[in-house]
């Protein structure tokens, strides 16, 4: 891909171009006033990190391990709806370029392609991420085909009590269910490169898009009124809802979307192996922390008994080491990849990546550090209070 598309922001620009307006404010939009995603950035860019000269770094890796396999680096793909309206086999290509890069990349609930395809078509770290529904059967069954596929790690994600108030979207016609506005047909008409490119392709080959992992007593097309029993948004959902998934799923079992360390101890004692703290990219509730600044007060709560990843709002190499920095075992991230994908399918997926890793391997050597665990809060210079002290 042309190499003048060497940052996350220059992938932005050139998915803006390649979208219908609806589909690039659907993904890079948030809920509100915005100002849980722009908080989102600012925690990341206030925080000075400072070189160190003259020692050896000829050595140094960005590489590190979780739940026993080695990655890259320590980033992952976190899921994101409707992946498949970024390329031809949006959710493919992310899956692919994440395992090409040997980071794990998140297949979500509401995937426009079948977890099965994309499982046997990109191979790699998949890891599956789960939306409840209300009717707990169903819900079973789906935990049920999730581990018989193959993935070993599941993500609930638990920040959708209620949906979210993205007043965009509405503008758009693109809340769901989906409504074809005339306002969204002039906005896709005007954009035939992507009907080229992505919907003539999705029409040939398997008709409207639907999401593709629904069963089938569950109305899967995007224009279908969602009646109750079929919500994943739901506020009844509760922790004996984890509990009963963690009595059932072998592998490693994350929670997503966490913002305050009370609710990290709840889910240490669930007995999780992890907890991804995320303001959902600012996507659900507007005004909430940067979970970048909840690091270290779940750290001290929690210790080590849970991994504690992060995602929302990183997009540059020094974002991931600034994360660890604070006590984060591993940071994620979804509308970079979108970004990439939108503009040039698998490759501008994997450019994503790329950008992320060659970044942090430069910060790495610019700051006089070998490895990811030699990152520690020494790094910053002059860090605000809630950043934690180096060790003497
Ligand atoms: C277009 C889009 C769709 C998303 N869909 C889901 C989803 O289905 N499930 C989920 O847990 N999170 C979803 N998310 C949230 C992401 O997993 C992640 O929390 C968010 O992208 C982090 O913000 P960042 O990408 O700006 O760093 C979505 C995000 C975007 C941008």
Redesign the pocket.
């Known amino acids: 891909m042309n190499l003048d598309y060497c940052n996350i922001e220059d992938l932005r620009q050139l998915a803006k171009k390649r979208l219908p307006r609806g589909i690039f404010e ?3 939009g948030a809920a509100e006033d915005g100002i849980a ?1 722009q908080h ?1 950035a600012d925690v990341y860019r206030s925080l000075k990190i400072k070189n160190r000269v003259l020692l050896n770094v000829s050595k140094r890796s960005t590489a590190i391990e979780i739940f026993g396999k080695k990655l890259a680096m320590p980033y992952g793909i ?6 498949g309206l970024m390329s031809d086999g949006g959710e493919v290509a992310l899956a692919k370029a994440a395992a090409r890069m040997g980071v794990p990349c ?1 297949v ?3 995937s426009l392609t079948p977890m099965e395809e994309i499982y046997a078509a990109a191979g790699g770290n998949l890891w599956f ?1 789960l ?1 409840m529904w209300v009717d707990k059967d169903l819900r079973m069954a789906f935990v049920d085909r999730i581990k018989s596929v193959g993935f070993d790690t599941l ?1 609930v ?1 638990v920040d959708g009590s209620v949906g979210a108030n993205r007043e965009h979207d509405r503008k758009n016609g693109f809340s769901m269910p989906l409504q074809y506005t005339p306002r969204l047909i002039a906005q896709v008409l005007a954009n035939p490169g992507w009907c080229l490119r992505v919907l003539a392709p999705q029409y040939l080959r398997r008709g409207a898009f639907r999401k593709a992992n629904y069963p089938p007593e569950l109305s899967s097309r995007l224009t279908d009124k969602i009646v109750d029993h079929e919500l994943t948004k739901t506020d009844t959902q509760c922790w004996d809802d984890i509990k009963r998934i963690r009595d059932v799923w072998p592998g490693k079992l994350l929670v ?2 966490l913002q305050s360390l009370e609710d990290a101890v709840i889910a240490a004692d669930h007995g999780l192996d992890g907890v ?1 703290l ?6 659900y509730l507007d005004c909430a922390p940067a979970p970048l600044q909840l690091v270290p007060e779940v750290r001290r709560a929690v210790g080590n008994r849970l991994k504690i990843i992060i ?5 540059r190499g020094s974002d991931l080491v600034k994360a660890m920095a604070v006590g984060a075992d591993m940071v ?5 990849t ?1 970004y990439g994908s939108a503009a040039a399918g698998e490759a501008g997926a994997y450019r994503a990546l790329v950008v992320f890793q060659t970044e942090m391997d430069r910060i790495m050597a610019q700051l006089g550090l070998n490895s990811v665990e030699e990152i520690t809060p020494h790094i910053f210079w002059n860090p605000p209070d809630w950043v934690p002290k180096p060790r003497a």
């Not at 995602?311 to 997009?315: E, I, L, Q, V, Y």
């Not at 994620?332 to 970079?336: D, F, I, K, L, T």
């Open positions: 659907y993904i890079d995603k989102n976190s899921p994101t709806a409707s992946a998140t979500a609930t509401n991420q939306y993500l994600t997503k979307g991804v995320s303001n959902h990219g600012g996507r995602d929302s709002g990183a997009r994620m991230s979804g509308r970079p979108l």
